[in-house]
């Protein structure tokens, strides 16, 4: 539940993920809402979509996308927050779409195997990497964290993408959700 140790965190943070299905609770549902009023609007505010059934509404998805200026879901997600708000036309189209709607700074989707894209000024996708899968949690979050550092430095696009993929990728080899990763896919500036 919300309290002022959690202000003074909002206060200082230059950038908070948060998912619907951290939502799928009330309490924190309210505890969510209230960091992020907290949170200086400069403060990048990425809302992981997690649709998992059946801790997800259609209003506490719309309610995600207008608390977030960025989103991060995967392509899954796309098809159901596509049909939720009528969105047409290609991938990108549709990522664009739901970037001018909710007025986004990105949007992006992972595609698994067929790598990432985002959407913000302009469209850029990085492939997949080809890699022997061992366990799949952990690899969304993975790419999340990586996505929200690459961002903050100010790298382009093309970097951050492929430097998630990289982290994304080594996660889905390892078991587990959380592997150290080698030395090569920690950040450095």
Not at 18 to 35: D, H, M, P, V, Y
Not at 133 to 153: H, R
Request: aromatic letters at 8%; a negative charge.
């Amino acid at each position: 539940s919300w309290n002022t140790d959690l202000l003074d965190l909002a206060r200082g943070a230059h950038a908070v993920c948060f998912g619907t299905l951290g939502q799928r609770n009330a309490i924190s549902r309210k505890c969510i809402g209230e960091f992020l009023s907290a949170v200086s609007q400069d403060s990048l505010r990425l809302l992981d979509v997690n649709l998992r059934s059946p801790h997800w509404t259609e209003e506490i998805v719309e309610n995600s996308f207008g608390l977030a200026n960025a989103v991060k879901l995967n392509d899954e997600e796309l098809a159901v927050v596509s049909r939720l708000w009528q969105l047409d036309g290609s991938v990108s189209d549709q990522l664009q779409a739901l970037r001018e709607r909710f007025s986004l700074r990105f949007v992006a989707l992972t595609m698994g195997a067929a790598g990432a894209m985002v959407a913000s000024d302009e469209i850029v996708s990085s492939p997949g990497l080809p890699i022997a899968v061992a366990d799949t949690v952990g690899a969304g979050d993975a790419f999340t964290a990586a996505l929200v550092i690459g961002y903050l430095q100010g790298w382009d696009w093309s970097r951050v993408l492929g430097w998630a993929n990289r982290v994304a990728s080594y996660v889905a080899t390892q078991p587990g959700a959380t592997p150290a990763l080698p030395k090569d896919l920690c950040f450095s500036q």
